[in-house]
């Protein structure tokens, strides 16, 4: 009865602070999942509304410190310094072009490609470190190679 009177006010409250609707979704189905979790360990006593805003609201912070960390891993491994150190402005132009074409795609597909190509890290590395799937991780690559050779056209 709770997640019917609740789910589609969590569900909104939940997609309004994130603005992604499977985000949402995710936070909203974890919030329930909590709920269940609660009224099963505390027999006869069940959570209300207000309850599961509040827990909503938690696992909302804990979604926005992820997406954080997840920004921040994404700069660690495209640690740009290291790529310009590599780079020599003197010597190969070739190089000089890829590094431009790689510095203006966004920083997943950088890292992405930095990951395969120039770390030689396998489909397999490449998906637990983002927490994807295999496939999810091949179809990342190829939207980052098509945006790779789109921008490495553009600068030519």
Not at 35 to 48: H, K, L, M, Q, Y
């Amino acid at each position: 009865m709770l997640f019917d009177e609740a789910y589609d006010n969590i569900f909104r409250y939940c997609l309004i602070r994130t603005g992604s609707r499977s985000a949402a979704e995710d936070i909203a189905s974890a919030t329930f999942v909590d709920a269940a979790r609660t009224a099963a360990a505390n027999e006869g006593s069940c959570p209300d509304v207000s309850w599961l805003f509040m827990v909503a609201r938690r696992r909302l912070i804990d979604h926005w410190r992820g997406a954080e960390r997840h920004r921040k891993r994404l700069r660690r491994i495209v640690d740009w310094r290291a790529v310009e150190d590599r780079v020599d402005p003197e010597g190969d132009p070739a190089a000089n072009l890829v590094h431009e074409a790689l510095a203006s795609l966004p920083d997943r597909q950088r890292a992405l490609l930095t990951l395969r190509y120039l770390d030689s890290c396998s489909v397999a590395e490449i998906a637990d470190e983002f927490g994807l799937t295999y496939r999810a991780a091949e179809s990342a690559l190829a939207r980052s190679r098509r945006s790779f050779l789109a921008a490495w056209k553009e600068i030519q």
